[in-house]
C-alpha cells in the first residue's frame, strides 16, 4: 500500500499538542504505512479506509491511545487492546506510555488496523444492545461517543425530549458523510445542555 498524503489539520493539531507529540509523531508513519486516510473529527486526528472509522488518536493525562472504533470486533491474540469505560460496547483502545512503547507496538499497530479494515469491507456490525425505550441513534453518534466520552455523558444528561429533537436531526440525513458533520457541529450545543431548538 502507498503512503497517504499528511493532512495539514492534523500537521496543526500535532504542532499544538502540549503532550504525547512524539508518541503522535512515531504513530502517524505506522499508520500511513497501512493505506489509512487521515483526517480529523472530534477535533482529534481520525484515520478511515474508504471513508469508513477505523482509529483515532486520544490523548490523556496518563497516557495516549489508538482507539479502534469497531475494536470488540477484532483478532487480538495478544490480548494488547484495553477497554475505554464501561459504557463502551464496541470501541477498544491501544494505549502508550512513550515512544518506545509505540515502536515495540508497530508490528500490533499494523495487524490490528488490517483486521479492521477486513471488518470494514465484510460489513461486520457490533451487535447492539436489547432495544430501550429510545433509539440509540445512528452508529454516527456511537462513533463520537467513543471518541468523546465526555460528549456522551452530556447526551445522557439531556432530556429525553432534547434526545429525540436531535436523533430525528442526525437520522434525517441519508449519508453517513452527513450524519457525522451534523453530529460535529451539534457537539457543542450538547456538551451545553442544549436540544437543537434551544439558543
Known amino acids: 500500500m502507498t503512503d497517504a498524503p499528511k493532512n495539514p489539520t492534523v500537521d496543526e493539531y ?4 502540549s503532550a ?15 493505506g489509512l486516510a487521515e483526517d480529523v473529527k472530534w477535533r482529534k486526528p481520525c484515520y478511515t479506509h474508504d471513508g469508513a472509522n477505523i482509529v483515532i488518536f486520544q490523548p490523556f493525562k496518563e497516557l495516549c491511545a489508538l ?7 477484532l483478532e487480538d491474540p495478544e ?10 460496547r464496541s470501541a477498544l483502545r ?8 509505540v515502536t515495540a507496538a508497530t508490528d500490533t499497530i499494523v495487524a490490528l488496523v ?10 461486520l456490525k457490533v451487535p447492539k444492545p436489547e432495544p430501550a425505550e429510545e433509539s440509540s441513534g445512528p452508529e454516527e453518534l456511537e462513533a463520537a461517543f467513543e471518541a468523546d466520552p465526555g460528549l456522551r ?4 444528561r439531556l432530556t429525553p425530549g432534547r434526545r429525540r429533537g436531535w436523533l430525528l436531526h442526525f437520522d434525517g440525513a441519508k449519508q ?12 457543542p450545543k450538547i456538551m451545553d445542555g442544549f436540544g437543537m431548538h434551544d439558543h
Open 14 to 17: 500535532a504542532a499544538k499538542l
Open 20 to 34: 504525547w507529540r512524539e508518541e503522535f509523531e512515531a504513530l502517524r508513519p505506522v499508520l500511513f504505512g497501512t
Open 67 to 73: 482507539l479502534f472504533f469497531k475494536g470488540a470486533l
Open 79 to 88: 490480548g494488547a487492546l484495553k477497554e475505554q469505560g464501561e459504557n463502551s
Open 94 to 101: 491501544l494505549e502508550f506510555g512513550s515512544v518506545a512503547d
Open 114 to 123: 488490517r483486521d479492521a479494515i477486513r471488518v470494514e469491507e465484510a460489513g
Open 153 to 156: 455523558e452530556a447526551w445522557d
Open 176 to 187: 453517513s458523510k452527513t450524519r457525522t458533520a451534523r453530529i460535529e457541529r451539534a457537539t
